[in-house]
């Protein structure tokens, strides 16, 4: 992962014969979507729109490790059996609430957009998230949104599909956020971008994966407590400095506005 400037501190000045118009730092911020923009996983909080609340129980033992977009798959088609539509799953995405903090780094991004790229990467599905974002006014801040393929069929039943396919033996066979996260660099590289940091903003065991891929010069910031920084704990203990990026660990996502903002200060 190269970056532009990168370990220098400086934006670049210089491009070719001569000097060119200065311009300000280029940063990738990554978010994850469940426990760290919103308070709840997503996928739980569909159940709200199931009678009763509840999944039968022969449902919910039907879950496997590694094939959790399989579950929900069965999930979905459930529910609409029970009769649950788009509105239905639409109320109850935009009703999920943010995690503490999400708002004041949503300002801080909207305040400081020229500086910062910002992708979503999840493991959720796209119906739910963009009514999620559009609901909370923040959409617009994002450049892309990688997430499992969803959408009604003719009988109205929200359906999912996997995102991909990959190699990684450490990822959900549906999807490896670290194959996303290096095929997007590498286009914005073909594109003439290149960032000089990544921020990855996470919570989860599949956010530590794309984590352990950032260089020196990138910010890791994993929600405190949650399994993506207890395996970046892990990692210290059993491999000092394999984690090459800075950890910064976060109850309030106030606290990731606050460190971005410190960043900014100390490079003008």
């Given at each position: 992962?190269r ?16 000097m ?5 730092p ?44 399989e ?13 649950v ?21 949503f ?16 493991d ?5 998230i ?11 801040l ?6 499992n393929?969803?959408?009604f ?60 891929a ?16 207890r395996?970046t ?17 976060w109850e309030?996502?106030a ?14």
């Open positions: 992962m970056r532009c400037c990168q370990g220098v501190g400086l934006p670049c000045l210089f491009k070719g014969v001569g060119a118009t200065p311009r300000p280029r940063f990738l911020l990554v978010f994850d979507f469940d426990e760290t923009i919103v308070a709840e996983n997503s996928d739980d909080s569909v159940v709200r729109a199931a009678p009763g609340q509840a999944l039968p129980e022969p449902l919910r033992q039907s879950q496997r490790q590694g094939s959790y977009n579950y929900m798959q069965r999930v979905l088609a459930f529910l609409g059996d029970q009769g539509r788009a509105a239905d799953f639409k109320a109850v995405y935009e009703n999920i609430p943010l995690t503490p903090g999400m708002p004041e780094l300002q801080f991004l909207s305040k400081n957009h020229e500086l910062f790229e910002v992708i979503l990467i999840s959720a599905n796209m119906f739910g963009e009514a999620k974002l559009r609901a909370a006014g923040v959409h617009s994002f450049r892309k949104i990688f997430s393929p969803s959408s069929d003719k009988r109205g039943y929200l359906t999912l599909g996997p995102y991909h396919s990959h190699k990684c033996l450490d990822c959900p066979a549906n999807m490896c956020k670290r194959k996303i996260l290096t095929e997007y660099l590498a286009e914005r590289a073909q594109e003439e971008v290149e960032f000089e940091r990544v921020f990855y903003v996470g919570d989860g065991a599949n956010d530590f994966c794309p984590s352990v950032l260089t020196s010069a990138d910010v890791a910031f994993p929600r405190k407590g949650f399994p993506m920084h395996m704990q892990e990692m210290e203990k059993k491999q000092p400095g394999a984690f090459q990026a800075t950890v910064v660990p309030s996502a606290e990731v506005a606050r460190y971005l903002q410190e960043l900014l200060k100390k490079k003008c």
